[in-house]
């Protein structure tokens, strides 16, 4: 049975400061300097445990449409579908992108999963475009599950995609997604 979840966004504030120097006391720089490795050490540990993942065998049907955003929120569609078809041609794998302005949850997501796919061997990403929603939601099959879990997709979504809605981007990160899924760790 299909599970969902959902990625949280990331927030950039900036602070502009003026041409004063900055006296950051020591305790708290180590502090900083330990945070920053930590979350170094996190993310290739991540970036590990997503490899070495077999293509899905089997034969599966396969949905119409791998992006879906008449919105036109996301640029370049042509290369974001380029950049799915990649990761479907090389894991047997479909991942269906919705780009949707409606309010969304884990549940709702894989309601919709059911609603497009009559198998186990998809996943569908929703990018949320709503100014009040603050995640973007995602539904995978079981048989999906043993090329991309949970791990997997909140790597990609999070970390890969990162709110970006460029074309070029998204090719070239499902790109280098779907090699490291593939590769030995």
């Known amino acids: 049975m299909a599970h969902g979840g959902h990625c949280g966004r990331s927030h950039v504030h900036h602070h502009y400061r003026g041409r004063s120097s900055i006296n950051i006391p020591t305790p708290i720089l180590i502090l900083i300097i330990l945070g920053v490795l930590a979350i170094s050490i996190w993310e290739a540990s991540v970036k590990s445990d997503i490899g070495s993942k077999k293509p899905l065998e089997g034969t599966y049907a396969t949905y119409p ?3 879906i955003d008449e919105t036109n929120y996301l640029s370049d569609h042509e290369l974001i579908i380029n950049g799915l078809q990649y ?17 969304w949850s884990d549940q709702k997501a894989v309601d919709e999963y059911y609603k497009m796919f009559d198998d186990e061997a998809h996943m569908l990403i929703i990018i ?16 999906t599950n043993s090329v991309i879990d949970d791990r997997a997709a909140d790597y990609l979504i999070n970390t890969l995609i990162n709110n970006s809605r460029n074309g070029e981007k998204w090719e070239r990160v499902l790109k280098e997604f779907t090699d490291k899924l593939l590769s030995a760790s």
């Open 87 to 103: 990761l479907y041609d090389k894991t047997n794998v479909q991942v269906v992108v919705v780009v949707s302005s409606g309010s």
């Open 128 to 143: 949320t475009t709503s100014w009040y929603e603050k995640y973007d939601y995602y539904a995978i099959g079981d048989l």
């Open 65 to 67: 449409l791998y992006l």
